[in-house]
């Protein structure tokens, strides 16, 4: 087995499932023992390793490889977690190698990524090509959910001219992605006996209202200018609860939204634009609350990253033998908050999206080797 093989078939077998909010805990949940497991890799390196914490339990591994005498500085990140195994059908953790493939939970979001980034920072360290840039390797928490992670990195000047994103692009380059906001909007009313309504003040009918001008809402976005690339921005209500009982007059009821903005547009001012369309068509909102998002995803914005792509684009093309394409995607990343905080950003990784969060997630292990040796030379070609 080669030595990338073995990093990602090692980064597979340590859960470290992201519980999206449920509240599930137990030693399978969070980063943590990735996150040692990593510190004990890097320290065998024998490089130094910053642990820092996002919240508690769960913190990025940030490295550094300094290039003697690099012009530039690249950023290379990779998210430690994974989604849930519900209804896999593989063992999600006792990764399994068949046809050319290794199949786990993270096999291909992400750690097929990160095991080609980690195995080229290696090289870089140990072979210290002359010319090559410098190199932080970032190990972010918390990506699948929150991205709290890649805020608190942002947030830190860490010196990168470029961030090379792990996800799994099929060895494309990504320039843009939209991005995400999802809050509650919640109904109040009266309850009362469900034989004299009158009494009572219905919130699932005030909800109805919300709802239908929601639909119409979305439509008018999807009729707005769209991106070149991405298409138009969008909503969507995909979630709703309310009411007790048949008996009861409903006194609450609530809905999930998403909303997906593209390059141009800000994620934090989906609600309040929201808010502004139901005020036009219904007037009174005095029992329609909207909730603080508790996701808000920047999307990436192709300008800044475009001055690198020809140099990007001749390094992969140099170990793929083809000039790889650059386009546009509709997921988000950890490049949405980097990328906000000013930093050019593009995501590139081995893998197809299609076989993320899947029942029998794999990845074409062809391609974790080829991403491994495409990051080395795109440290080289950026020194
Ligand atoms: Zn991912």
Redesign the pocket.
């Given at each position: 087995m080669d030595a990338v093989t073995r990093l990602l078939a090692d980064l597979v077998a340590i859960p470290s499932v992201n519980p999206m909010g449920r509240g599930l805990s137990g030693p399978g949940f969070l980063e943590g023992r990735l996150s040692d497991y990593l510190e004990g890799w890097f320290r065998a390196l024998g490089v130094e390793i910053e642990r820092q914490t996002v919240s508690p339990g769960r913190d990025n591994l940030i490295a550094r490889y300094e290039s003697p005498g690099s012009r530039r500085t690249l950023l290379f990140d990779a998210?430690q977690d994974t989604v849930p195994t519900d209804g896999m059908t593989i063992d999600p953790f006792s990764p399994e190698l068949r046809d050319g493939r290794l199949y786990g939970r993270g096999s291909c979001?992400?750690k097929g990524?990160m095991a080609a980034m980690l195995t080229a920072f290696a090289r870089l360290v140990r072979e210290r090509p002359a010319g090559s840039a410098s190199v932080i390797m970032a190990c972010t928490v918390d990506?699948?959910f929150t991205h709290t992670g890649s805020s608190r990195l942002a947030d830190g000047n860490h010196g990168a001219d470029l961030a090379i994103v792990?996800?799994?692009t099929l060895l494309k380059i990504v320039d843009r992605h939209k991005g995400a906001v999802r809050w509650k909007v919640r109904t109040r009313g009266v309850a009362c006996h469900s034989s004299t309504p009158g009494l009572g003040d219905n919130a699932i009918y005030t909800m109805a209202r919300v709802v239908s001008a929601l639909a119409e809402y979305a439509g008018e976005l999807s009729r707005s200018t769209p991106d070149p690339v991405l298409g138009p921005p969008s909503l969507s209500v995909g979630r709703i609860e309310g009411g007790i009982s048949a008996n009861v007059v409903p006194d609450w009821c609530e809905v999930d939204i998403d909303r997906r903005v593209i390059p141009g547009e800000r994620a934090s001012d989906g609600p309040g634009k929201a808010l502004a369309f139901l005020r036009e068509r219904l007037g009174d909102l005095k029992r329609v609350e909207f909730l603080p998002p508790w996701v808000s995803m920047p999307p990436l914005v192709p300008d800044r990253s475009a001055p690198f792509l020809p140099a990007l684009r001749s390094a992969i093309a140099r170990v793929g033998g083809a000039t790889p394409e650059v386009i546009g995607v509709p997921y988000g990343?950890?490049a949405g908050p980097l990328g906000e905080a000013g930093l050019p950003c593009v995501v590139f990784g081995p893998g197809d999206i299609a076989r993320?969060h899947t029942k029998d997630e794999w990845i074409e292990l062809d391609q974790v080797r080829l991403a491994s040796e495409m990051y080395f030379e795109i440290a080289r070609e950026l020194g």
């Open positions: 998210h979001d992400v990524g990506e699948e792990a996800e799994p990343t950890d993320a």
